[in-house]
Nanobody
Framework: VQLQASGGGLVQAGGSLRLSCVAS????????MGWYRQAPGKQRELVAA????????YPLNSVKGRFAISRDNAKNAVYLQMNNLKPEDTAAYYC?????????????????WGRGTLVTVSS
């Protein structure tokens, strides 16, 4: 299983970015997917998750209303639309594929990870 993330970059505060992640290999469209982020010196945290059926979950209050996760099962892809970006959103963003179809906040249930894509938000 390979996950290829893209779409990161440098953006000014208030701007938008759309991250994409395409899965290949022995992966099922029944797997839940998630986007994590990790800022320097901080733990990796779940930003958003989506079930196989499209139910979404945003555990961070700081991104609710600004970020939106979606998936296209026909393309084995998951997206993270990020609007009104803030400097505190600066981090490496990782997509991950979970065991099972339900969106989960348990990082141990994400066995497959893509390489991070860096998002830098300037003030």
């Amino acid at each position: 299983v390979q996950l290829q993330a893209s779409g990161g970059g440098l953006v000014q505060a208030g701007g938008s970015l759309r991250l994409s992640c395409v899965a290949s290999g022995d992966i099922s469209t029944l797997n839940a997917m998630g986007w994590y982020r990790q800022a320097p010196g901080k733990q990796r945290e779940l930003v958003a998750a989506v079930s196989s059926g499209g139910n979404t979950h945003y555990p961070l209050n700081s991104v609710k209303g600004r970020f939106a996760i979606s998936r296209d099962n026909a393309k084995n892809a998951v997206y993270l639309q990020m609007n009104n970006l803030k400097p505190e959103d600066t981090a490496a963003y990782y997509c991950a594929s979970a065991r099972g179809s339900a969106a989960t906040t348990d990082i141990s249930r994400y066995p497959y990870w893509g390489r991070g894509t860096l998002v830098t938000v300037s003030s």
